[in-house]
Nanobody, 123 residues
Framework: QLQLVESGGGLVQPGGSLRLSCVASGSSLNYRAVGWFRQAPGKQREAVSCMSSGGGHTNYADSVKDRFIISRDNAKNTVTLQMDSLRAEDTAVYYC????????????????WGQGNQVTVSS
């Protein structure tokens, strides 16, 4: 059974950086497209970024383009999200999940969520 654990979040000042990691266990991520989602207080969960199963295609929400970079390391069964130039509006709980190939908005083949990881951007 696939389990995903997010880590790397924390408190950072505006303009700072964080690197989130999503580590899979119980199943390989090698043949899965994977996305990052976030949910801010009082808001719907939204897709942030995703990467194709082969790693050759990436997508980003307009709000994070040129600031966030998604990557994967299949040897470590891990997906990461490098977040630079963080803003207060990036504050949210971040989650990773398998997604439909080419569609960051649609989770695929997995009905669960991990615990998520809190990112707080504040001065």
């Amino acid at each position: 059974q696939l389990q995903l654990v997010e880590s790397g979040g924390g408190l950072v000042q505006p303009g700072g950086s964080l690197r989130l990691s999503c580590v899979a266990s119980g199943s390989s991520l090698n043949y899965r497209a994977v996305g990052w989602f976030r949910q801010a207080p009082g808001k719907q969960r939204e897709a942030v970024s995703c990467m194709s199963s082969g790693g050759g295609h990436t997508n980003y929400a307009d709000s994070v383009k040129d600031r966030f970079i998604i990557s994967r390391d299949n040897a470590k069964n891990t997906v990461t999200l490098q977040m630079d130039s963080l803003r207060a509006e990036d504050t949210a709980v971040y989650y990773c999940a398998p997604v439909f190939e080419g569609d960051c908005e649609r989770r695929f083949g997995w009905d669960s969520w991990g615990q998520g990881n809190q990112v707080t951007v504040s001065s």
